[in-house]
């Protein structure tokens, strides 16, 4: 049994991976869920990757609290099933709650949810472990640090951070920093993102040069992309839009809730009557038009990509149009992004993205001297780095080191290790379930490895039923085998292939002594192997094989 | 009838996507295939990617020699399809046509191969066409640019280029391209790889400080991974190898073929008695020991990922060994790559990739100012921007009107344009048969669409079989029907789901007039309406459905 007053810290998403970031933080029975993020996914159907919350889920008794520092999917987008399966109250900014609502109203959950507005001076105590917040700069306004008061010390999580300048969400509450750093700090828990980028972290305000330059430049409509979460980027935009003459069409639903709320909140500002809806923005002289919107990442169905292949009805990019991605491309969109690209320019627009223009994209994340600036602040006994694949927490250890944390007081933890902080000492007592839930369409549950495994396997190769009918009573074959196939070969051409296989399939089942075959799973196991290895040698590929042998 | 002295230039592969580079060249009846290259594929089981010489084939009878610029497998990969196809005489310096032998002799066409072996000095004649050579830069030892004489004119095809410096494979003749500029050129095709980097190239002794540093700080063995082809960037491994006292293994089948091949032509030097086998590797002092090998994309069964992750039995990454990844990471392999250097750090060795560490790399291609220079070398008529995706054709033809190209001499061209160039005019002319024939496995046949189509509804929703056996004589079912699926829902915890399945698909039938319901097409494809619609319904997924209705 572990002593009451001692600390545990239990990553369930984002150390070691990009995206759905989930930490739990446990003492004395009490246990709060910092942030609970979701990964997008393009692959084998899956939409979204969640944490896996069963450990939480066994302990649900004792979740006190959700704090969500920040309204960014990879830090609220699982908040949905976490209230399904381990309900508790939810605190965040105004912001962050209204953007949280829309997935929690989309999932049937936001009815039941106990939604709690906060701001950085407020105090929450969940048994022993209290949280105050200090504000960090970041590209979502008000972001909060979390700053757990433990019986043993302080545990500061710093959320996503930079030090930021003029034109970011928020100031960067150095004093606060400091001040925490005199007091003295257990262990710090901080941001790895950009541990492989040298220098600070570029300010917000980096980018206005370049985006001023285009609007100068520019003759006819600005298309923009970037992030729906990025208000501070879309706040320029709407600067630059307003400061050009320019009316402000928003478009795609994520752009259009999150400009909504935003501005109702009175964290974005909208010019008054310089909104128009896109039907409008046709017929405006061309140079009086923006058009903002997603699709930054080329992603395919958003209306940026279909725009650039001329799939979307309701506007058409026309040549001379401006088209601005101001936004990093996350690994693995780069050949999206490509394509839309390349289509963008064969309809003869200019396109200014990250391949040929500088200065559309300044991070939300700290380089590594703004993360050596928090360690220098802070002075905590411990280090943990989080956020991040397994390169970046390396490489912020070594930071850590470098700045001045001794090497044995530095842990670099993975989803699911346990690291239980005492007085005493600091380290991985045990390794807890983790790992991923992927979600498909809307299906709540769980998408199975298995149903994973398969698709993948599907995807490679295709499959071949092989269906034999056969009489209960004599075992004989009451038809001939019908074979079917997906993804395989185009079946209409292979004729030889097929009638060989129904031929191997039948000589199969005749090979087998009688007693075996009477049996069906043995006989469609026999049928399997016979056409696997069949199909191998004379297509050099292994579909999947589903023999159904019917007794009727 | 388009006039006998006309040039037509006719891409395949190359132009508006990345590799499979292909371009035919047409004049008075007499055609040259100049370079056919393939593109590797990571998706739904293809191999990789050929371009499609279906308009080729028709016209073989024309097809008078095929020339090879160098030996990159995105020049060379798909011979053995033309030659089983549109066989032709095949030019090529000595190392070019020894690394496309291995590929000849896999797919059973290297026996008929006519092969020549050629060097900068040679002219080819093709009848209405003459080809002499110039020395370009690149990363290949002995790249040629191909110089077409017609009736009409000069055309240069460059190939790939840059103009380099010290320690790249070959000097660029500048002197050549000078003088042929002085001559007149009637059109240039010039390689758009880079057109988005501003500045020079950086020779490929630009890595030698950083990998020399590397070398001297390491302690351990030193894992150095690069492309198999990249044969200037192996000699430098190779030489820093021997200077810093380092024994040299070489692992994995392309770079054990290709340093052979290369080493006995003369174009590598190996020290004599410095190759040891990857057993010896683990018997010497881990300071003495250089390991050379591919995998720096995070190819999935590579030696360097397979290494990474523990499965590689022949030799294990240890703490404190160095890793290199000295190659670009080519657009698509991000994330493949990410993974690797992840697990590599997890094993607790130093890595060195594009991600953390500047000066890896050193492109074979040109960057803005050679293409300039290119350009104001050789003054064309015409000008035509090739070897790149769309948007890298579309810089290029900018940096051509930059360059003193008039506008409309300049033409961005993409696979399939048949441009004819006439004394008078040049100008697209038709729209020929173009496209990508996919490869998979060790099928030599095209691996039809329907069946990639399949392919991608099988990975994304996975499918769905319904067996339904009737009495041939009454029509009446003589057994439940069978739902069997993979990769859709897991069966075994969906038991009502299937239930429900197996009565929709009854009732679908019963709810048929019984004449309709006869025709067994009928009845399935009522079938598989009505089960569509209750999955779509009940699951929200779209799985390819089989009605399979077996009358008995």
Redesign the interface.
């Known amino acids: 049994m572990s002593n009451p007053t001692n600390v545990s810290i239990i990553p369930l998403g984002g150390l070691?991976e990009f995206g759905m970031n989930a930490m739990l933080v446990e003492c004395g029975g009490d246990m709060i869920l910092i942030d609970i993020g979701m990964t997008p996914s393009r692959?084998?159907?899956i939409d979204m990757a969640l944490p896996d919350i069963g450990y939480l889920i066994e302990r649900r008794e004792q979740l006190r609290g959700i704090v969500l520092t920040h309204g960014h999917e990879d830090h609220i987008g699982s908040l949905w099933h976490v209230l399904k399966h381990a309900p508790a109250p939810v605190y965040g900014t105004d912001l962050t709650l209204e953007l949280a609502k829309n997935r929690l109203k989309e999932w049937g959950v936001l009815a039941d949810a106990d939604l709690n507005v906060i701001d950085a001076d407020d105090r929450l105590e969940f048994g022993n472990i209290a949280c105050d917040f200090l504000r960090v700069s970041h590209s979502f306004p008000n972001t909060l640090a979390a700053v757990l008061r433990t019986p043993i010390g302080t545990i500061l999580h710093t959320s996503d951070f930079k030090l930021g300048g003029p034109l970011d969400a928020d100031q960067f509450d150095a004093a606060g920093f400091a001040l925490l750093g005199e007091e003295g700090i257990l262990a710090l828990l901080s941001d790895s993102t950009n541990t492989?980028s040298p220098g600070f972290s570029p300010p917000e305000s980096s980018v206005r040069p370049q985006l001023t330059e285009i609007f100068r430049s520019s003759r006819r409509r600005i298309i923009a992309s970037t992030f729906a979460s990025s208000l501070r980027r879309i706040q320029q935009l709407i600067d630059l839009a307003a400061e050009f003459g320019r009316q402000i069409a928003v478009a795609g639903r994520s752009m259009v809730n999150n400009t909504r709320a935003a501005s109702e909140l009175g964290h974005l500002w909208l010019p008054s009557n310089a909104t128009i809806d896109l039907r409008r923005a046709k017929e405006l002289p061309p140079d009086e038009v923006m058009v903002l919107m997603t699709g930054s990442q080329g992603e395919p169905f958003s209306a940026l990509s279909m725009m650039a292949d001329g799939s979307y009805g309701r506007f058409r990019i026309e040549k001379g149009d401006s088209v601005i991605l101001s936004a990093r491309v996350i690994?693995?969109c780069?050949?999206d992004v490509?394509r839309v690209?390349?289509?963008l320019?064969?309809l003869g627009a200019d396109?200014y993205y990250s391949?040929?223009c500088d200065g559309l994209h300044a991070s939300g994340h700290g380089y590594r001297e703004d993360l050596r600036m928090m360690i220098q602040l802070t002075r905590p006994r411990y280090f943990i780095p989080i956020h991040g694949?397994?390169?970046q927490l390396?490489?912020h250890a070594l930071l850590a080191e470098e700045s001045g944390v001794s090497p044995q007081h530095i842990h670099v933890i993975e989803n699911g290790d346990r690291l239980e902080i005492s007085e005493e000492r600091c380290e991985v007592v045990e390794k807890v379930r983790a790992g991923r839930v992927l979600v498909?369409?809307?299906?709540l549950e769980r998408l199975?490895e298995?149903?994973?495994r398969?698709?993948?396997?599907?995807?490679?190769?295709?499959?071949a039923?092989a269906?034999l009918?056969r009489c209960q009573e004599t075992g004989e074959p009451?038809?001939e085998p019908?074979i079917?196939s997906?993804?395989?070969?185009?079946m209409d051409?292979s004729e030889e292939l097929v009638n060989q296989a129904k031929a191997v399939a039948l000589e199969a089942l005749k090979a087998m002594p009688p007693e075996e075959r009477a049996h069906k799973e043995a006989a469609q196991e026999a049928v399997r192997v016979a056409l696997r290895r069949y199909f191998s040698k004379n297509?050099?590929?292994r579909p999947?094989i589903?023999p159904?042998v019917?007794?009727?």
């Not at 398969?454 to 499959?463: A, H, N, P, Y």
Request: hydrophobic residues 35%.
């Open positions: 070691g692959r084998f159907g492989e690994p693995g780069e050949k490509a690209v390349d289509n320019y064969r396109v391949g040929n694949d397994y390169r390396h490489q498909d369409g809307q299906m199975d298995i149903v994973l398969d698709r993948r396997q599907l995807s490679e190769d295709g499959m039923i269906i009918v009451l038809a019908e079917v997906r993804g395989f070969v185009y051409e297509t050099d590929r999947v589903l159904v019917l007794d009727v």
